[in-house]
């Protein structure tokens, strides 16, 4: 059995946070309709401040780290659904990842220069215009035995919102509906999304006609556009009320919240063994001139150091 995070010694001094109501599925009884809340609440403040990111850049992120919460509560198996972005815009790369059991994790490569240039122009930049033109790839990996499923489309839209509701119905044919949101508060940095599925006909008691069909997942969408970014965003706003605010109107439901956590699963022993994997002569190159090799964790933005007499390569160990 693998050791569970909190319990990994090994691990670097990273916070251990968990936040129980971290995502609240529900679906609307009769209607063609399945949903997730999510609040990251406090985690988003722990998870972004790690980096030392622009605050542009940082709501982007968050906004990242919500859409992959609210993915991977989807998943039926043990595994993980990952978000990467790569354009051409001052924000080069973009990976978020949320496992089954909700231990979220990103990291953004930046463009320094590009960035300046376009912060000076503007302090609020669109996610487009962060990003530019090029790629988003969402991939599901559930382990060994199962295929892994890939999509990629390109970058289209404004808002990380719609570049992934136009993946959805690019890739997946599948209508989502999405809003996420992520800003600086009185409490910190607090980042949320919501996110509607029209699913076919599974959700309800019964089968309606695909008029009555469209006609729920429009009012559904409608509903659903009334929240607000400060209602989303506001700690003292349970999801459940947040729902039956939207929608006590169309027979809600609401199931069994999922908890999110720091997703990091980075170790010394992790990388010790990677570390083992290379040549005596590689491992001899990455050494610095103190006689430390330095491995750095993108995630959670931490250098690890191993002295390079303590390595032994695997290849001369046989
Ligand atoms: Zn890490």
Same mark, same amino acid.
């Given at each position: ?59 982007? +992120? $968050?906004?990242? /780290? *919500?859409?992959? &919460?609210?993915?991977?509560? !989807? ?7 990952? =978000? ?71 970058? +289209? $839209?404004?808002? /990380? *919102?719609?570049? &992934?509701?136009?993946?959805? !119905? ?7 509906? =999405? ?79 999922? &908890? ?59």
């Amino acid at each position: 059995m693998e050791t569970p995070a909190f319990l990994d010694r090994d691990r670097p001094d990273v916070p251990d946070l968990v936040v129980p109501g971290g995502v609240t599925p529900f679906y609307l009884k009769g209607r063609p309709v399945r949903g997730r809340m999510v609040h990251l609440g406090v985690l988003a403040d722990v998870l972004l401040t790690r980096h030392d990111h622009p605050a542009a850049v940082t709501r982007l +992120a $968050g906004k990242a /780290l *919500a859409l992959v &919460a609210a993915l991977a509560s !989807a998943l039926k198996f043990k595994g993980s659904f990952s =978000l990467q972005i790569k354009g051409d815009g001052p924000v080069s790369m973009l990976v978020a990842d949320c496992t089954d059991t909700g231990a979220l994790r990103f990291y953004a490569r930046t463009e320094e220069d590009a960035l300046n240039t376009l912060l000076a122009e503007t302090s609020t930049p669109t996610d487009r215009e962060l990003l530019g033109n090029g790629y988003l790839a969402l991939t599901i990996d559930q382990g060994p035995d199962m295929e892994r499923h890939q999509g990629i489309v390109e970058i +289209a $839209g404004d808002d /990380l *919102a719609t570049m &992934a509701s136009h993946y959805f !119905a690019t890739s997946e044919q599948h209508a989502c509906w =999405l809003f996420l949101s992520c800003k600086m508060t009185d409490a910190g940095w607090r980042a949320g999304g919501l996110i509607l599925e029209r699913i076919a006909g599974e959700g309800g008691t019964h089968v309606v006609g695909d008029a009555d069909a469209d006609a729920n997942w429009e009012t559904a969408t409608i509903l659903a556009s009334t929240l607000s970014a400060r209602e989303l965003l506001d700690d003292s706003l349970s999801a459940p009320e947040l729902l039956h605010r939207l929608f006590h109107q169309e027979d809600l439901h609401v199931s069994q919240p999922r &908890a999110l956590a720091y997703g990091c699963r980075c170790s010394r022993a992790r990388l010790v063994d990677v570390l083992q994997g290379f040549s005596n002569d590689d491992l001899d190159h990455m050494a610095q001139d103190d006689g430390q090799i330095v491995m750095n964790c993108e995630f959670c933005n931490i250098d690890f150091r191993f002295p390079r007499k303590d390595i032994l390569s695997r290849a001369e160990q046989d």
